[in-house]
């Protein structure tokens, strides 16, 4: 159902929780269903407390004014651009500021996945506060959800609920463990990026971006789960994958293009990472 009351052209969808029950026993839904979507444009006096949480996962993306948290007995400000991850059963309270109301974007969801979703957005006690670096995405995606709730609640309509919830909740882990813009490991990954064709010493790399070599790889393997120069050969591999799909350039070439001038090295290298050679990589069919 849709109510309409409340603040001024706001929209917010609420299933019976009946609806909730049924779909937590389908295929698909069990795994994840929204519950409750909407949005409360600048909505003041907006507060709810929760002492014992609440049976579902809440997302709260704030897209213009602000607002505050309580969790673990901290207040944290909520400010435009960030996004709060309650996982369920978590008491907390929130509220729009009094002098600069939030605009929110919101949703709850239940289902057999959401602990591993909500814990994958690095969100904890104390710390249930994201900055986002596109909360705009984040947004589109809760409109997506309030859409398909507000044209139907059969088993199609909650499943693309449920499609759309999943990317956000996506969308905040990946968010949160990309290096923000400006950063050392931001600046390294991208320097990176533009010298595909060429190699880079880590001890260079860190005085560039202005850390020790220590500090940046401990920091660079935090984003990305690698070392700096597993990385770049990496970004080697998918430029000459690129290269061989949609060119007809000889192997040599690729392997020049990818700063590597012996094409039997290069050869070799490419066939540990993908299992066939480059020639036989290119005969494949795709797509």
């Given at each position: ?66 607002g ?54 690095g ?22 959800a ?63 971006v ?30 000459a994958?690129?290269?061989?799909d ?39 069919r795709?797509?």
């Amino acid at each position: 159902m849709t109510r309409v009351e409340g603040f001024h052209r706001q929209r917010l969808c609420v299933l019976p929780r009946p609806l909730v029950a049924a779909a937590l026993e389908r295929p698909v839904t069990r795994r994840l269903v929204v519950t409750d979507a909407g949005v409360f444009p600048r909505a003041a006096g907006h507060v709810r407390r929760r002492p014992r949480g609440a049976d579902e996962a809440i997302v709260i993306v704030c897209a213009a004014g602000s607002g505050w948290v309580e969790d673990a007995g901290l207040r944290t400000r909520v400010g435009r651009g960030s996004a709060v991850v309650l996982p369920g059963g978590v008491p907390h309270a929130y509220g729009a500021d009094e002098t600069d109301p939030w605009t929110i974007w919101w949703c709850h969801a239940r289902g057999s996945d959401l602990a591993e979703l909500t814990e994958a957005t690095g969100t904890r006690p104390g710390r249930r506060v994201l900055p986002l670096s596109r909360a705009e995405r984040a947004t589109a995606l809760i409109d997506e959800a309030v859409g398909a709730l507000q044209a139907g609640v059969t088993a199609p309509h909650l499943a693309a609920a449920a499609g759309a919830a999943w990317h956000l909740f996506a969308l905040l882990a990946a968010d949160g463990a990309l290096p923000r813009e400006g950063t050392p490991v931001e600046r390294a990954l991208r320097y990176l990026e533009e010298r595909v064709d060429g190699s880079v010493r880590v001890a260079e790399l860190a005085s560039l971006v202005g850390v020790s070599p220590s500090h940046l790889s401990a920091q660079f393997r935090e984003a990305t789960g690698g070392g700096i120069t597993a990385h770049h050969n990496a970004l080697k591999m998918a430029h000459a994958r690129t290269l061989l799909d949609t060119t007809d350039l000889p192997v040599a070439e690729v392997a020049r293009r990818v700063g590597r001038d012996d094409p039997f090295y290069f050869s070799r290298q490419f066939a540990r990472v993908h299992g066939v050679s480059p020639s036989a990589y290119r005969a494949e069919r795709k797509g």
